[in-house]
């Protein structure tokens, strides 16, 4: 394992490469590619460089928790969108590393439907940002940044 460095992964599941898009409503219509680069530039500010990606695949994203750790990654910021409530294998992944992985949400799940209630990621990960739309993203990396994770 490499030494800490000053990376950041954000991770973001299922569907979200729709926002935007998908449900304004309840997303907004902030797209992915926007809030890459508002990460960027807060990034930048804070000294701490960006690695933003997203899949539809669940064992990718455990993949790349464990890659994450591999090298040296400050924090992971998470929003694994609907594996949340169902991946058991991404709470097993979370535990397994020892770099600290923020939750993060668009939206409240707390004040959703009843199956949102249930967070698998939320009983390993340091922190949860939920409800702030796209800056729940920026709070989250600030709390990095702040040395608060």
């Not at 797209?31 to 960027?40: H, K, N, P, V, Y």
């Not at 990718?60 to 058991?88: F, K, P």
Request: aromatic share 4%.
């Amino acid at each position: 394992m490499s030494t800490t460095s000053n990376t950041i992964y954000v991770l973001n599941g299922p569907n979200l490469n729709l926002l935007g898009l998908r449900e304004p409503e309840i997303y907004g219509t902030t797209t992915l590619d926007d809030i890459a680069g508002m990460l960027e530039d807060r990034g930048r500010e804070l000294e701490l460089e960006i690695d933003m990606r997203q899949t539809n695949h669940e064992g990718m994203l455990v993949d790349w928790l464990h890659e994450a750790q591999a090298e040296g990654a400050r924090a992971v910021l998470l929003n694994a969108a609907a594996y949340t409530h169902t991946s058991i294998a991404l709470l097993d992944a979370i535990k397994a590393i020892r770099t600290p992985v923020i939750e993060v949400h668009l939206s409240d799940p707390s004040k959703r439907e009843g199956f949102r209630h249930l967070s698998y990621v939320g009983m390993a990960a340091a922190k949860c940002v939920q409800g702030h739309g796209a800056q729940s993203y920026i709070i989250a990396l600030e709390a990095v940044a702040s040395g608060e994770i």
